[in-house]
Nanobody, 122 residues
Framework: QVRLVESGGGSVQAGDSLTLSCAAS?????MAWFRQAPGKEREFVAG????????AYADSVKGRFTISRENAKNTVYLQMNSLNFEDTAVYYC??????????????????WGQGTQVTVSS
């Protein structure tokens, strides 16, 4: 059974960086980060395949965020640089079955963490 626990969120100023971590219990395959801002639906941020060799990013974060995984520790990371106000959201870690392409939809994933708050002040 898979359990995901996010950590690393906090309050920062625009331009700062943060790195989120997702510690997993049980076997995981495809993993991703989603976020949900106040008044908005949950949206895809970044995804990574089980091997860590293939990644995908939302256009809004490409070039600023980096997703990676360390399978020996069963942990996935999201390095966030050049943060701005629009990045403010609750960030969720997700895990799902292996897919041919990296899933960008909520229904592509089965297991979810509780979320960690990221607040960026302008």
């Amino acid at each position: 059974q898979v359990r995901l626990v996010e950590s690393g969120g906090g309050s920062v100023q625009a331009g700062d960086s943060l790195t989120l971590s997702c510690a997993a219990s049980g076997r995981t395959f495809s993993m991703a980060w989603f976020r949900q801002a106040p008044g908005k639906e949950r949206e895809f941020v970044a995804g990574i395949k089980g091997s860590g060799g293939s990644t995908a990013y939302a256009d809004s974060v490409k070039g600023r965020f980096t997703i990676s995984r360390e399978n020996a520790k069963n942990t996935v990371y999201l390095q966030m640089n050049s943060l701005n106000f629009e990045d403010t959201a609750v960030y969720y870690c997700a895990a799902g079955p292996p897919l041919v392409t990296i899933g960008r939809q909520i229904y592509d994933y089965i297991h979810w963490g509780q979320g960690t708050q990221v607040t960026v002040s302008s």
